[in-house]
């Protein structure tokens, strides 16, 4: 069972690698359109939560994290980057003193997929999200 776990994440982290890569050299587009990002998204290796209630047309975030409890949200934006949508989270909390999200969305296969920088140990973890309900 281990082993398939670390096989599965492999996989996954190759995926994200891939998909980064191609986004990077991607043209430059605009999205304005930032409902595809409300809804509940839960990271696929956790209960970890990102609530996105509402997303202004100047890209500021009504959003939540959970963990399971709720944590303290400090900053959330959404922007475009090379014509894909982009969220960046910033936690304030207990444990949680500067921890960020970047996460781009994936309109093909529904998903959220980025970075989590874990400001206590310093380190970049590769993520995803699906979604949990539709809005």
Known sequence: MKCRC????????????????LIATAGIGCAADYRPL??????IDGGY???????????????RYLNPRTINVSQANASTLKGYL?????????G???STYTLIYD?????????????????????????????
């Open 49 to 63: 939560v990102i609530d996105v209630r509402q997303v202004e047309p100047d890209g500021s975030i009504d959003a």
């Open 6 to 21: 670390k096989s599965a994440l492999r996989a996954l982290v190759l995926l994200l690698t891939g998909w980064l890569a």
């Open 107 to 135: 309109p093909e296969k529904d998903i959220l997929l980025g970075t989590y920088y874990q400001a206590v140990q310093r380190q970049n973890y590769d993520v995803i999200f699906v979604r949990m309900t539709r809005q």
């Open 86 to 94: 982009k969220i960046f989270l910033e936690l304030s909390d207990v």
């Open 38 to 43: 409300i809804g509940r998204w839960q990271r």
């Open 96 to 98: 949680y003193p500067g």
